[in-house]
C-alpha cells in the first residue's frame, strides 16, 4: 500500500493530470475579472433577492477556488499567482450578464468534471463533486433569475403611432346596415297605381265588341218543359 507522497509522485507522472492542474490555474487566475463581474450583477439586480442569489453564487465561486488552490498546491507545491492582464468586459446589460453566467455555469460543470477523472479516488474527488454540484446549483438559480426578467426581454419598448392609430381603428365596432323597411301602401296610393295601370294597360281583344252585338230573342214554344 502506497503512503500519500508515493500517491502524488506517481500521479504527478500523469499527463492527464498535468493538464487539469494546468487548467485549475487558469480557473483561479481569473477570479479577480470574476469578482468584477459578480459587483456588477449584483450592483444592477433589480430586486433584493436576486442581489441575494448572486450574491450566494458568488460566495460559492470563493470556496471553489480556495478549493482548487489546496490541490494545486499539494501536487505542485506552489501558489497560484494571480493574472495581472486580466480585463473586466462589462455586460451589454443586466441580463445579458446573467446570460453569460449561465453559459459559464454549465461550461464549468464540463471542464471539471474532466478534471475530477484525472485526480486520484479520495478527499480530492469528493471536492470536485462538491464543486460540480454547486455549479450545477448556480446553473439553476441564474435560469430562475432569466425567467424572472424575461418579461423586460420580451416586452417591447414604444408603440409607434400609426400602429397604435390602427389598432385602435380595427377595435372599432363598426354599425350593422339594415334593410329599409318597406310600409304598406295606403288606400289612395293604391287606387293611384291602379289608375296608373288602367291607364297603361290596353284591353284585351276578344274579337266581340260589345257595343255593336245584339242579343236576339229566344222562342221557348218548342221547348220541352
Known sequence: MYDMDSKKKLSLDNPALQRCLEIIKESVQGEKNDELFYNYLISTAPTDEEKMII????????????????????FTNKDITASEDETFQRPASYIDGIRVALF???????????????????????????????????????????????????????VY???????????????????????????????????KAGKIMAPIDMGVSPETTEVQPVDLKDAKG
Open 55 to 74: 450574491t450566494s453564487i458568488r460566495n460559492d465561486e470563493i470556496k471553489h477556488n480556495k478549493m482548487f488552490r489546496s490541490i494545486y498546491k499539494y
Open 104 to 158: 459559464g455555469e454549465l461550461s464549468a460543470v464540463e471542464r471539471y468534471r474532466d478534471i475530477k477523472k484525472c485526480l486520484p479516488l479520495g478527499t480530492f474527488r469528493d471536492m470536485l463533486f462538491e464543486i460540480i454540484t454547486d455549479e450545477i446549483k448556480h446553473a439553476i438559480k441564474y435560469n430562475y433569475i432569466f425567467t424572472l426578467n424575461k418579461e423586460c426581454v420580451c416586452k417591447p419598448t414604444a
Open 161 to 195: 403611432p400609426a400602429a397604435e392609430t390602427q389598432t385602435k381603428t380595427q377595435t372599432k365596432t363598426t354599425p350593422i346596415e339594415t334593410a329599409p323597411v318597406t310600409e304598406a301602401p295606403t288606400q289612395e296610393a293604391q287606387n293611384d297605381t291602379m289608375g
